[in-house]
């Protein structure tokens, strides 16, 4: 039988201060992640999740946080949560139209200890 599971692992520990809390918030649900000193280790044993769960509560919080909205985690949720029922408790996010890639790819940018 064919085995179609892609394990992956975030290579360095992403520090707390270098992710914007929507980013940390997708990256754990993204991944199994487990904490390593200040900051985090992502990886996924069968694949990367391209749905991603979490309260309207749990969004809403990581969102009004001060951050830079021109993060690729930021567009993507926002543009979600137009579109989707406001009145919702629970929301999924379809994130089988981007990458997580894109959202690691932002914090390297941002981020003065990761090379």
Known sequence: MADYFEQTVVQQTIPDEDMAPIERLLLSRIFECERDGEGWRFFAEQSPST??????????????????TETAAHACVTEQLATGDPNAADVDLDLSGTSWEFFLQDIVKRSRTLH
Request: charged share 20%; glycine share 6%.
């Open 51 to 68: 749905m991603v769960f979490a309260t309207r509560a749990e969004i809403e919080g990581a969102l009004a946080a001060p951050c830079d």
